[in-house]
């Protein structure tokens, strides 16, 4: 496996190895990962160095990408998505992903990371974001699952209030989608 950043002349294939992780029968009504890969180039908040994926020989078997986002007006990252092809999960893949990324943000001298997600985080040393005052919507459970990771100590003190992803993450009446 080699981790190496994201081109768009992967892009179908990324697309592909997305939709292996995330399409259920009856999925098209939730968030659509691997439509979001495209979108996101297209995105104030795209950083083409905090994308990255996983190839095995010529195939993408996994994706990951940090974006732009800001709490109480503090710049940082969000995680998301992360996503390996389903007959490659369980196999380190996503560990690794998650790894290329946080050494990335920490070179580039971002304070934070922060995403929606669920316990497999806390292996890198994401933290329920409540902790420190931070949520992302009005809707409960999205803020029991906000997590964050700093990776400047110093933000802890500063950081708190309200998550604001980039402009992708948004549907056109400003919904997070």
Not at 34 to 39: D, G
């Given at each position: 496996?080699?981790?190496?950043?994201?081109?768009?002349?992967?892009?179908k294939e990324t697309k592909a190895a997305l939709k292996s992780a995330f399409f259920h029968k009856g999925s098209h009504e939730f968030f659509n990962e691997w439509e979001f890969?495209?979108?996101?180039?297209?995105?104030?908040?795209?950083?083409?160095?905090?994308?990255?994926?996983?190839?095995?020989?010529?195939?993408?078997?996994?994706?990951?990408?940090?974006?732009?986002?800001?709490?109480?007006?503090?710049?940082?990252?969000?995680?998301?998505?992360?996503?390996?092809?389903?007959?490659?999960?369980?196999?380190?893949?996503?560990?690794?992903?998650?790894?290329?990324?946080?050494?990335?943000?920490?070179?580039?001298?971002?304070?934070?990371?922060?995403?929606?997600?669920?316990?497999?985080?806390?292996?890198?040393?994401?933290?329920?974001?409540?902790?420190?005052?931070?949520?992302?919507?009005?809707?409960?459970?999205?803020?029991?699952?906000?997590?964050?990771?700093?990776?400047?100590?110093?933000?802890?003190?500063?950081?708190?209030?309200?998550?604001?992803?980039?402009?992708?993450?948004?549907?056109?009446?400003?919904?997070?989608?």
């Amino acid at each position: 496996m080699e981790i190496k950043t994201f081109e768009t002349s992967y892009l179908k294939e990324t697309k592909a190895a997305l939709k292996s992780a995330f399409f259920h029968k009856g999925s098209h009504e939730f968030f659509n990962e691997w439509e979001f890969a495209e979108t996101v180039l297209k995105s104030d908040g795209y950083l083409p160095e905090l994308c990255v994926i996983a190839l095995d020989g010529e195939t993408v078997i996994g994706y990951n990408i940090l974006t732009k986002a800001e709490i109480g007006g503090q710049p940082g990252l969000a995680l998301g998505p992360l996503g390996v092809r389903k007959e490659d999960q369980n196999t380190g893949v996503g560990f690794a992903l998650v790894k290329e990324c946080i050494k990335r943000a920490i070179e580039l001298q971002y304070p934070w990371i922060v995403l929606l997600g669920g316990e497999y985080y806390s292996r890198f040393g994401f933290e329920n974001g409540r902790l420190y005052g931070i949520t992302v919507s009005d809707n409960e459970f999205e803020n029991d699952h906000l997590q964050i990771i700093f990776l400047d100590e110093s933000a802890k003190n500063t950081t708190s209030g309200k998550l604001i992803y980039c402009d992708a993450f948004y549907d056109s009446e400003g919904n997070l989608l």
